[in-house]
């Protein structure tokens, strides 16, 4: 029997996006194409594949046993391919899409931003929001390629590399009436503390850093990004416990002064993934590399 390989892509973006409008998007393709190429599919594979549902598609018992072989299929013939493909970066044109957690959007990005604009002016980066789900980023499919931050229970599909280890430290205003140039144990449990709500994991992380110190923290005000905070805690009494490259940023500000957590609060992995099929694209394999160097120069 002969196959469409051409079809392949798209049974994988059906089986990710499980809607036609979206699958469609993804590959390029108007709805009424990727409609004629869903009934080629179920010809070629003899059955149904995908049963419309009130909100969207849902695979059927077919696809869901074909989908890994096809998945791990176009992968291997991908890094075949994109192996043999020699990568230019200071020549290069190409769009990334890359989606980091508020810490690395803060730390990171700013640093990667400028090593490309002086080894590879050609590569752009398109940000697009991390969440709390890696599907939600994209890269599980395969559209985002690298997620950036704190990764927790990766699929199959996915390969992780771990970036580094970041601690906390803490941040009040420089003239603070009570807290002079170290912070005791009973002076943080006495101050009121601005929260941050995303990343939800590092959130989570220090919470646990907490609790296993018995360290009780009274959050007056919860932010929802590191940008607020500084204007936060310059104004208020308050106290924020942030990630030590953070601090090191606000020591720029004369407002603030960056003393040691009272308690030993540990440390949070900040980590990279991205798809498996993009292993051996010398392009990705390039990016990941500029990536690792760069966090690994922030954290020496």
């Known amino acids: 029997m002969r196959y469409d390989l051409n079809l392949l892509p798209i049974f994988v973006a059906l089986m990710d996006e499980r809607s036609v409008t979206r699958a469609a ?14 009934s ?3 010809l070629m594979l003899q059955d149904q594949l995908f ?27 991908d890094d075949t391919v994109l192996g043999q493909q020699g990568f230019d970066p200071a020549k290069a044109e190409r769009v990334f899409t890359i989606a980091p957690n508020g ?43 690298l997620v950036l931050g704190r990764i927790v229970d990766p ?24 807290v002079g140039d170290a ?19 590092m959130r989570a992380g220090l919470f646990q850093a907490l609790a296993q110190q018995e360290v009780k923290r ?28 953070i601090c090191r940023r606000l020591q720029q500000d004369h407002r603030l002064k960056i003393l040691a957590a009272p308690v030993d609060l540990g440390t949070f992995p900040v980590e990279m993934a991205w798809h498996v099929r993009y292993r051996q694209d010398p392009a990705h394999r390039w990016l990941r590399g500029l990536v690792a160097e760069v966090a690994r120069e922030l954290s020496a």
């Not at 599909?157 to 603070?176: F, G, I, K, T, Y």
């Not at 006495?190 to 995303?198: W, Y």
Request: aromatic content about 6%; charged content about 20%; overall charge negative.
């Open 183 to 201: 912070m005791t144990r009973v002076q943080f449990e006495a101050l009121k503390h601005v929260n941050i709500i995303p990343p939800g994991r």
């Open 103 to 145: 810490y690395v959007e803060f730390v990171l990005i700013p640093a990667i931003v400028a090593r490309l604009q002086q080894v590879a002016p050609g590569i752009k980066l398109r940000l697009t929001p991390y969440g709390n789900d890696l599907v939600e980023t994209g890269v599980v499919s395969g559209t985002t390629a």
């Open 40 to 42: 080629r599919l179920r």
């Open 155 to 178: 699929p199959d599909n996915l390969v992780v590399q771990h970036l580094m280890d970041e601690s906390l430290a803490c941040a009040v205003r420089a003239d603070h009436p009570t």
């Open 218 to 245: 009274e959050v007056a005000i919860s932010v929802t990004n590191f940008f607020a905070v500084a204007e936060m805690v310059a104004v208020t009494d308050y106290c924020a416990t942030l990630p030590s490259l």
């Open 51 to 77: 049963i419309r549902e009130r909100y969207g598609i849902q695979p059927t018992a077919v696809a869901l046993e074909l989908a890994p072989a096809i998945a791990d299929a176009l992968a291997k013939l």
């Open 25 to 38: 998007e993804r590959v390029g393709m108007t709805q009424p194409a990727l409609s004629n190429a869903l």
